[in-house]
């Protein structure tokens, strides 16, 4: 299965909002309503920020907001702080039924 | 409070079978709820999901690992296990035992590292 299309890096200034893209097919983003993103510090395990498309697990700030439209999903951070510079994953449930992650988006905040 | 611990061997030669346990304390592994993952990253690359069981023993892999992949999990000591066989250095990686819940990975262990070499 081919992973999931995200950006390489993307970059934000403190106060900003920035906007991380995940592309898959129909098979998987397309298809289902079951996309997740995850945020990983250097050296510690990734951490569920989204799931369901939009849902955000309890004590996930509301800065962060996740959306679909056809087979391309975002992640839209609003106020960027110091602490969000991190790398973000996407992940999608398949049709085949597996899980298919994206190759991860390396956040900056300037 | 929940947790995933994985434990196993932290070298592995090539042609061998790397074998990974998770122990999961905090809460049952039989629940109709989760499902329970494995998730590897190599250094400096990104996530890959290697597979999951449920606790009745179904199993989903991953297609690329299918064919050396074995996941099966021990209900009476609340743990899952990790077999992939005939390992390359493409293999060296941190393992991650998760749990799935809403086709997410909601809780991770901390990772254990993986090195293939002789």
């Known amino acids: 299965q081919s992973a999931l299309t995200q950006p390489a890096s993307v970059s934000g200034s403190l106060g900003q909002s920035i906007t991380i893209s995940c592309t898959g097919t129909?098979?998987?983003?397309?298809?289902?309503?079951?996309v997740s993103w995850y945020q990983q510090h250097p050296g510690e395990a990734p951490k569920l920020f989204i799931y369901d498309v939009s849902n955000r697990p309890s004590g996930v700030s509301n800065r962060f907001s996740g959306s679909k439209s056809g087979n391309m999903a975002s992640l839209t951070i609003s106020g960027l702080q110091a602490e969000d510079e991190a790398d973000y994953y996407c992940?999608?449930?398949?049709?085949?039924?597996?899980?298919?992650f994206g190759g991860g988006t390396r956040l900056t905040v300037l | 409070q929940f947790q995933l611990q994985e434990s196993g061997p932290g070298l592995v030669k090539p042609s061998e079978t790397l074998s990974l346990t998770c122990t999961v304390s905090g809460g049952s592994i039989i629940s109709s709820t989760y499902y329970w993952s494995w998730v590897r990253q190599p250094p400096g690359k990104g996530l890959e999901w290697v597979g999951s069981?449920?606790?009745?023993?179904?199993?989903y892999y991953n297609p690329s690992l299918k064919s050396r992949l074995t996941i099966s999990i021990d209900t009476s000591k609340n743990q899952f296990s990790l077999n992939l066989a005939s390992v390359t250095a493409a293999d060296t990686a941190v393992y991650h035992c998760a749990r799935e819940y809403s086709r997410s990975v909601q809780q991770w262990g901390q990772g254990t590292l993986v090195t293939v070499s002789s």
């Open positions: 992940c999608s449930y398949t049709s085949r039924p597996t899980l298919v």
């Open positions: 129909s098979s998987d983003v397309g298809g289902y309503n079951s």
């Open positions: 069981i449920y606790y009745s023993g179904t199993t």
